[in-house]
């Protein structure tokens, strides 16, 4: 069974960083490309930022790029997103998702229950 | 960056009715390999999304038939044949076409 499990996620002020964490099981997590996507309080869908399964590319949100960087150990099944000057903006629940398929993109078809972060004085 | 617009923004239909919702995306979405990069996904309240349809038409495994998903180029339509009380939810496209992988605002889909 595929399993995404974030964590790392908590209240935090105002230009300081948080590093979210992603593990995943049940599948061959080296073969996959990874995302972070967010949904803020009561709002849409955020694609955040991506990364292909050597971490040889690397995609981020216009609204995040140069703050945040994302990256990945495969040999611990891990996804993460390093965060830095964090802004109020970015308080939302931020998903880990598994691109389906391999070597090609076909959406997100599996995903975690998310992590919250909370950017707040 | 690809502006994804879904139409409507909510939709209230009857049980057993139809349900149709479009997105329209403001680059083509059809590449050479003869695919839309484009997908839907359903999200119900406390509960992450789930991915309906890829490849624009191509339904997920284990989504039901009453699913499908049509269109091509920058005009994209998903449709439910006869809702079912599980079918209320927020739904969303997405275009994966090139990063930032943007979806639509989302269309919330209720019982009338």
């Known amino acids: 069974e595929v399993q995404l499990v974030e964590s790392g996620g908590g209240l935090v002020q105002p230009g300081k960083s948080l590093r979210l964490s992603c593990t995943a099981s049940g599948f061959t997590f080296d073969d996959c490309a990874m995302h972070w996507v967010r949904q803020a309080p009561g709002k849409g869908l955020e694609w955040v930022s991506g990364?292909?399964?050597?971490?040889?590319?690397?995609g981020y949100a216009d609204s995040v790029k140069g703050r945040f960087t994302i990256s990945r150990d495969n040999a611990k099944n891990s996804l993460y997103l390093q965060m830095s000057s964090l802004r109020t903006e970015d308080t939302a629940l931020y998903y880990c998702?598994?691109?389906?398929?391999?070597?090609?993109?076909?959406?997100?078809?599996?995903w975690g229950q998310g992590t919250l972060v909370i950017v707040s004085s | 960056d690809i502006v994804m617009t879904q139409s409507p923004d909510s939709l209230a239909v009857s049980l057993g009715e139809r349900a149709t919702i479009n997105c329209k995306s403001s680059q083509i979405l059809f590449s050479s390999s003869n695919e839309d990069y484009l997908a839907w996904y359903q999200q119900k309240p406390g509960q992450p999304p789930k991915l309906l349809i890829y490849?624009?038409?191509t339904r997920e495994s284990g989504v039901p038939d009453r699913f499908s998903g049509s269109g091509s180029g920058t005009d994209f339509t998903l449709t439910i044949s006869s809702l079912q009380a599980e079918d209320v939810a927020v739904y969303y496209c997405q275009q994966y076409y090139s990063t930032p992988y943007t979806f639509g605002q989302g269309t919330k889909l209720e019982f009338k």
């Open positions: 998702a598994k691109e389906r398929g391999v070597g090609a993109t076909q959406g997100f078809d599996y």
């Open positions: 990364i292909s399964w050597n971490s040889g590319n690397k």
């Open positions: 490849w624009a038409s």
